[in-house]
């Protein structure tokens, strides 16, 4: 709309500014917590076309690959990244149950507790070294191992690490990658029906 006003007898038109009111949904994204329950709850519904609409395909993908019953508490958020735990399972890694990490209104990423063997498990928690993901590496270790693996962060650059297996020892498995000038080892515990973790890291020097 156009009005006109009268300055010095000269005829000046003013445009009115017309104020369009932002939808809510694009001033702010649903609380990290909201979005996160809500793929939690599709996931138990067993509603794929549900999670799809507030999680990503990756994410979708994870969480229906989850092989433990259902955590059974929301653990909160820490900024963006929300946990669901256990309290009445035991499963491997100090993850213990699903991790969701929220942009906007999706969940971009699920992690996740896994059952596997411990060859498995150990290159699974050198390549979440490997990539930094500390939250990765949860999902087959203890917190223990995590803090003292990921003490000096993995060098692209430096020497190159060398799988050399796992063997018996007294209370489960002592798996190595070597490295020159020495060797880690990655001790790992648990059993075939329940799962195995990383429990703990040693070195050795040459």
Known sequence: MISRMVLGGAAVAVGAVLMVPVAASAQQAPAPATVAKQLFKAWLKNDKVAAGKVAT??????????????????????????????????????????????????????????HASPATVTKYFH??????DRRRALEVATKVAVDKRFQVAY?????????????????????????????VFMHVRGSKARGYEVASISFIAD
Request: glycine share 14%.
């Open 127 to 132: 390549q979440s070294y490997v990539l930094g």
């Open 155 to 183: 060098d692209p650059d430096g020497v190159t690490h060398f799988y050399q297996g796992c063997s018996k020892e007294p209370k489960g498995y002592s798996c190595a990658y070597s490295y020159e000038g020495g060797a």
């Open 57 to 114: 395909p990756g994410a979708v993908k994870s969480i229906f690959a989850y092989s433990f019953k259902a955590p059974d508490k929301f653990a909160g958020c820490s900024g963006n990244y929300c946990r669901f735990v256990h309290t009445s399972v035991n499963v491997p890694g100090d993850l213990n149950g699903l991790g969701m990490v929220v942009t906007g209104n999706k969940v971009t990423r699920v992690y996740r507790s896994r």
